[in-house]
């Protein structure tokens, strides 16, 4: 980017952080949950293909603990916090934003509380692209969204739920699965979709979607996805392909305080090779080739009730 651009947005981002904020209703912030290799970038890329909605890579930091009166300088501890998350390996090269820059911002945030101090971060992000509403998508944050809705009570959650044994043989193979075996993929699958699903039933704004039902019949699914944010349909969200790949540009390796690289931006971007081709619904059942019989059925033994009750059709008795 040209020197008198990166001068232009960051002016405009210091501008953004002086606005009154006090009082103005907040627009729905989309919020894509789901356990994990469940879609969740399909749809952020789906959703961030709007003119009006910018939605960055992962965040994690809303569920990190937030001090209390113990701390002095709040606007400091904040703005390091978020641009050091996670403090092993940080993420904050992904989202384009100059730390100096963000830092600043906090600093001139009026009024500055920690759900502002996010809110600013969000702006601050969707004027990089011009856009006037952001969301995100953390897929754990299916773990915490009662506490993220009292935190930002403008979020609706968007709950992506996948076939377990589909999501299975996908997580299985990245750097970031909780394991090879079957069983601890199912347990893993089963606890996330279930926590979700429970904070859900507790009044939250709260949204399921089908993995299955976004690939077969997209339109429908995002009609319905933007009636529930209040966002105008857009038929340039159906061709959020052609444009994939250079949002994945954004995805940067991920490296230690010691300097190891814990996984390449060349594999982070590889791993959604996926999502820059049109949805293809033939590929929907392709685990039952990733998979053996036997890892189908130690699956479906710790999860098969689960998969029956979100309709999934299961191949064994117990």
């Not at 105008?232 to 991920?254: I, K």
């Amino acid at each position: 980017m040209p020197i008198d651009s990166i001068r232009q947005w960051c002016r405009q981002a210091l501008a953004i952080s002086r606005q009154p904020k006090a009082g103005i209703p907040q627009a729905p912030m989309p919020m894509i949950v789901g356990s994990p290799r469940s879609g969740t970038t399909l749809l952020r890329l789906m959703l961030d293909a709007h003119p009006a909605l910018a939605i960055p890579p992962e965040t994690g930091f809303l569920a990190m603990p937030l001090p209390g009166a113990e701390i002095k300088d709040c606007r400091a501890w904040f703005a390091h916090a978020i641009t050091h998350f996670p403090p092993n390996a940080t993420g904050w090269e992904d989202f384009g934003i100059d730390s100096n820059v963000f830092e600043r911002a906090v600093m001139e945030l009026e009024p500055f509380n920690f759900a502002e101090g996010f809110r600013l971060f969000y702006r601050m992000y969707a004027a990089r692209f011009g856009k006037q509403r952001w969301g995100d998508k953390t897929p754990l944050y299916c773990l915490h969204m009662p506490a993220l809705q009292k935190l930002l009570p403008e979020a609706h959650f968007i709950h992506i739920i996948r076939d377990g044994r589909g999501s299975a043989a996908s997580l299985r193979k990245q750097w970031f699965s909780p394991g090879e075996s079957m069983a601890v993929q199912a347990q893993f699958w089963r606890a996330n979709v279930v926590t979700a699903r429970e904070a859900g039933a507790l009044r939250l704004r709260y949204l399921e979607v089908r993995y299955e039902d976004l690939i077969t019949n997209t339109e429908v699914e995002l009609r319905r996805l933007c009636d529930f944010i209040e966002l105008d349909f857009d038929p340039v969200m159906l061709s959020y392909h052609e444009r994939s790949a250079g949002r994945l540009l954004e995805h940067q390796r991920r490296v230690t305080a010691d300097g190891v690289v814990i996984v390449g931006e060349t594999q982070r971007r590889a791993q959604q090779v996926r999502t820059t081709q049109a949805p293809n619904k033939q590929l929907l059942a392709s685990w039952r080739d990733d998979l053996s019989v036997r890892e189908i059925e130690e699956f479906e033994s710790v999860a098969g009730d689960l998969l029956r009750e979100l309709g999934y059709a299961v191949s064994t008795l117990n």
